[in-house]
């Protein structure tokens, strides 16, 4: 059974920081790009940074550069999002995301964590 368990969102002040944690199950994690999305109320869903399968590709939006940081645990089955000088706009419902394209196109997706940067 496929679980994508998202943990580590919450209220947090302007300046402050967060670590998302993304816990994989039930399929072969390795083999998996692994990106990060958001979804603030009354918005598309955006992506916001992404790191291929053995972790040598990482790409991040314009947004969060030089402030978050993607990382991977392929011996733990686990993904992160470390995020540093959280601003208001940064305000959403974070997902984690797992693709393949081989053999076989495969997409998960988790139930999502709210993060809330407030004072």
């Known amino acids: 059974q496929v679980q994508l368990v998202e943990s580590g969102g919450g209220l947090v002040q302007p300046g402050g920081s967060l670590r998302l944690s993304c816990a994989a199950s039930?399929?072969?994690?390795?083999?998996?790009?692994v990106s990060w999305h958001r979804q603030a109320p009354g918005k598309e869903r955006d992506l916001v940074a992404g790191?291929?399968?053995?972790?040598?590709?990482?790409n991040y939006a314009d947004s969060v550069k030089g402030r978050f940081t993607i990382s991977r645990d392929n011996a733990k089955n686990m993904a992160y999002l470390d995020m540093n000088s959280l601003k208001p706009e940064d305000t959403a419902v974070y997902y984690c995301?797992?693709?393949?394209?081989?053999?076989?196109?495969?997409?998960?997706w988790g139930q999502g964590t709210q993060v809330t940067v407030s004072s």
């Open positions: 995301k797992m693709e393949r394209r081989w053999p076989t196109w495969s997409v998960y």
């Open positions: 039930g399929f072969t994690f390795s083999t998996y790009a």
């Open positions: 790191i291929s399968s053995t972790g040598d590709n990482i």
